[in-house]
Nanobody, 130 residues
Framework: QVQLVESGGDMVQTGGSLKLSCVAS???????????MGWWRQVPGKERERVAA????????ALADSVRGRFTISRDNAKNSVYLQMDNLKPEDTAIYYC????????????????????WGQGTQVTVSS
């Protein structure tokens, strides 16, 4: 199973920017570029919600309506890493952000549309003050 470690969470003011990173350790039989990847977020007392997803090669992405135009997901397969660039942050973006790996060998749609997740990271806190 893939192991995921997020970093980059912080406290920023409204309108600020942050870049989250997630580094993956994968089993030898399934290198990082076999996994579609994504970011989810959760506020205490609410369900975890999807934020962004990216295909194995990085050519396809999906974004939640609430973040489209402000957030960008990218990946660097040579570094086993996926990123979430967050610009023009709003207080409602405050949450714990989790990195997620889809099932190896699948496309972004099973991850994004059906929530087929192989592994979660431990989460990183993002707080946006007004």
């Amino acid at each position: 199973q893939v192991q995921l470690v997020e970093s980059g969470g912080d406290m920023v003011q409204t309108g600020g920017s942050l870049k989250l990173s997630c580094v993956a350790s994968t089993p030898s039989e399934n290198p990082f570029n076999t996994y579609p990847m994504g970011w989810w977020r959760q506020v205490p007392g609410k369900e975890r919600e999807r934020v962004a997803a990216i295909s194995r090669a990085g050519g396809g992405t999906a974004l939640a309506d609430s973040v489209r135009g402000r957030f960008t997901i990218s990946r660097d397969n040579a570094k086993n890493s996926v990123y979430l660039q967050m610009d023009n942050l709003k207080p409602e973006d405050t949450a714990i952000y989790y990195c997620a790996a889809g099932r190896p060998g699948t496309g972004v749609d099973p991850l994004w549309a059906r929530g087929q997740i192989d592994s979660w990271g431990q989460g990183t806190q993002v707080t946006v003050s007004s």
